[in-house]
């Protein structure tokens, strides 16, 4: 297979980026500070995050498009406002999660944020849901640039000023070099922050004049303990296509007032509200400093199999090991004793709390 | 005289007498990243040559460290357990892994010199 490369490329090799395979990407893991130093950055100053590689679908064309995306996501698409946008589900017909992705209401349609690995597949089955009665474009013209951290909005705003008149889930249009970008307060650390989708020929200096700013490039490394600490999940490790979203423990993304609806996976889900689910995805914190990862069996006090770690590392701000999984939903309780098989070793653990690291806004609040 | 080698798999040892000293070399961390976790053999047993004697774990991933020599665990480096971030700053010297009883000697033989290691090191991570 061809390795794609971002517009960010030889940004990414300027500054000393070690670059590594993803979603047929070559993305940069981390560069020179390594990923503690870029994590930390974050977390006290800003960070640049080069999500390029994300699908951008724009769907447009038609008055009955909100409806008939209805039929697909369970999100509440009638009541979201121009410009506002919601965290929701491609689904399959068992409920299970093909993506998780973020859609928002643009001027004349949609604008949804697909994962890398899935774009080209959610692509299709999205097309042939909507009949092809409607227009998508899933526009690689554009790169997507995430900024992230304390001082992100300072920093952006200095760049495209008034941005941060933005709020939390919400976008506008801006103009950068008399050229249109399109940017939201949103992002994927735990911190508060941005994400600008911009044409890729303007990416490479819009990025060089947020580093001016202050802010630093930072790696898929990074951002991946940052959304860990944040106790957000990753598609293909926390999420699939055999996981619901209740399992997941995201309930909070189905609105009520979609529970009675039909979508893809309605059935599933309908029936899973009602009557519980054998799983749950529940957060981790092992009491030593033995770090448990992804597929690390977990085991009750009787030396029984109640299920499996699907994220895990070594939390810099939170300065301990942490992680997250799935387990048999009686087991999913914050406090419950488990054990984690390390290297033939049971480790123990406690079901906790998720996130791991909170922002209360004045100063960092930690959770572990 | 102290001699130190280094194996295949990125230890370096330095053998004083019959003490020989093991950790893991500068370009070994520099290829794992920020270490956050150590794991080392228990004092008292022993260990085969190119045997599993410890774990380290960066942000990333896991990765066994081996003995490049037969020997019995004599001590510990708690240093690096309690602040792993120390084998980064200073892995071959301060933050060594653990020390051996060597059994026997002629192991060393087949381990690479400084200049060797520097030229294989090269090599592999072109």
Known sequence: MNIKKTSLYNLHIKYGAK?????????PIQYKDGIIQEHKYTRSHSGIFDVSHMGQLFISGGDDLTNDLEKIFPADLKKLKTNQSKYSFLMNNKGGIQDDLIITKTS????????????YNDYEVIKSKLDNQYKLNLDESLSLIALQGPEAKNVLNKVIPGCDSLKFM???????KNEKVYITRSGYTGEDGFEISIKNSDAETFVESLIENGSKLIGLGARDTL???????????????????????LKWAIPKSRIETEFVGSEVLKNQFQSGVKKLRVGIK????????????????????IGKVTSGTFGPSV??????GYVDNSYSTVNTKIFLEVRGKKIPANICNLPFYKKNYVKGEINV | MSEVKYSKEHEWIKLDGEEATIGITKHATEMLGDIVFAELPEKGSNVDKDGTAGVVESTKAASDVYTPVSGEVIDTNQMIVDDPSKINEDPEESAWFFKLKIKDKSEMDSLMSKEEYEKFAKETSA
């Open chain 1, 227 to 249: 959304r860990m600490e944040a106790g957000l999940c990753l598609y293909g490790n926390d999420l699939d296509n055999d996981t619901s979203p209740i399992e997941a423990n």
């Open chain 1, 286 to 305: 092992p009491d030593s400093k033995v770090i448990a990862r992804g597929n690390t069996k977990i085991y009750n006090d009787k030396n029984q199999e």
């Open chain 1, 319 to 324: 300065e301990h090991p942490i992680a997250m």
């Open chain 1, 19 to 27: 670059l590594v395979e993803f979603a047929g990407y070559q993305m």
């Open chain 1, 108 to 119: 004349d349609g949609f604008l949804i944020i697909l994962n890398a690995a899935c774009k």
């Open chain 1, 170 to 176: 919400n976008g506008n249009n801006h103009v950068y």
